[in-house]
């Protein structure tokens, strides 16, 4: 079984057309691939749908001159990160199939910003649309086949699970998510809980509680890790696939466990070391700090919205940029893109659902042990 991916792997080829998988973060996507393909799908303020290379004034007759590059014919979906398309029901991806058999497509882009959620359930949907062999009977298994070919990172969520699902009639199968923490979201629901029926008022009020405790206990707690990076805020990293995410300090003292099932360490130490070069500076990198091919900084200065550049350094740690969102100073590693495409600071908001899930989940399983 493949651990986490890189660049643009094939997942599966049907009808003649070659369907593959990437993130933009891990060196994927239509934009790194040999030959453009056909199709590019993707979630909206993450696919890469214009060039970010040529940029001349309005009217320019330079504008006119520069060679013709071919691009693919991009399908946009409005699709929050971790979770599921706000607007593409069972008729979509029906429809999309249709399409891309009718259009003589023979190359289509599977992506979003990691290639792990996102890109996960686009190829598990597909999959099982376009394949006529199939080696699943629910989406449990059809997950599972994913993971094989392509990357176990696949599809983050019960929600994305439950969505695949609906998407393809199949039964949802076993929950893949629970117990595991990948990004937060989905890994715990109240229907994922056992319980008996008539247990459910004391349930829900056990469940009350704890949501109290939790909530009252974080909003007295002090920001107990000081970091040399930010205040509040640490970067975990699995050992065995190479994935990392930013959490906040409380998360720390948990153990967090990677979808593969390893847990995850602090792996702020790796930040010394940038790795990846902009293609448009020519300067080196993290991959945190790169966004499509090019450094943040550069990003910042062609789409001039969103943060500012408050100090460039040769390290990870002197390299500072201004959020709007918060009105602070972050370093640039701690920085994601929003829906609208502007570099914010990353936000704690899925390790404080993963702390509260995680509160929930002890408290309920100590008082079944009394």
């Not at 303020?45 to 290379?53: D, K, M, N």
């Not at 393809?168 to 629901?189: K, Q």
Request: proline residues 4%; negative net charge; contains cysteine.
């Amino acid at each position: 079984m493949p651990m986490c991916h890189t660049g643009n792997p094939i997942v599966f080829v049907a009808d003649g057309i070659t369907v593959h998988g990437g993130g933009n973060m891990r060196n994927g996507a239509w934009q790194n691939m040999d030959s453009v393909p056909d199709v590019a799908i993707g979630p909206e303020g993450v696919l890469q749908t214009r060039s970010i290379r040529d940029s001349v004034p309005m009217g320019w007759s330079c504008a006119d001159a520069f060679n013709k590059t071919k691009l693919p014919k991009f399908v946009v979906i409005d699709w929050p990160d971790y979770s599921i398309p706000t607007n593409a029901g069972k008729e979509f991806w029906v429809a999309l199939v249709n399409d891309l058999r009718e259009h003589d497509v023979k190359t289509v882009s599977c992506s979003c910003a990691g290639g792990h959620g996102r890109t996960g359930v686009q190829l598990c949907i597909l999959a099982h649309l376009m394949l006529d062999k199939k080696q699943w009977h629910d989406v449990a298994g059809l997950i599972d086949h994913i993971r094989s070919v392509y990357c176990t990172h696949a599809v983050e969520s019960h929600e994305q699970q439950l969505y695949i699902a609906e998407m393809t009639g199949l039964e949802p199968g076993e929950n893949l998510f629970i117990g595991i923490d990948s990004h937060g979201f989905g890994g715990f629901t109240f229907d994922d809980m056992d319980y008996d029926e008539d247990d459910d008022e004391n349930l829900l009020d056990e469940l009350r509680k704890a949501s109290e405790e939790a909530r009252a206990k974080k909003k007295n707690a002090k920001n107990e890790y000081t970091g040399k990076f930010q205040k509040g805020m640490v970067l975990l990293g699995c050992s065995t696939c190479d994935n990392s995410d930013w959490y906040n300090s409380p998360v720390q003292k948990g153990a967090v466990t990677c979808s593969c099932g390893t847990k995850m360490t602090n792996i702020e130490n790796t930040l010394k070391e940038p790795t990846v070069k902009c293609f448009e500076c020519g300067e080196e990198y993290h991959p945190l700090e790169m966004h499509n091919g090019e450094c943040k900084y550069c990003y910042m200065s062609e789409i001039g919205a969103g943060g500012s550049i408050v100090s460039e350094g040769n390290t990870p740690k002197d390299r500072k940029f201004w959020c709007v969102d918060t009105a602070k100073e972050w370093p640039l590693v701690c920085s994601i893109l929003d829906k609208a495409g502007v570099v914010v600071s990353v936000t704690p908001k899925e390790a404080k659902i993963e702390e509260k899930r995680t509160k929930i989940t002890d408290y309920i399983g100590g008082k079944k042990n009394e």
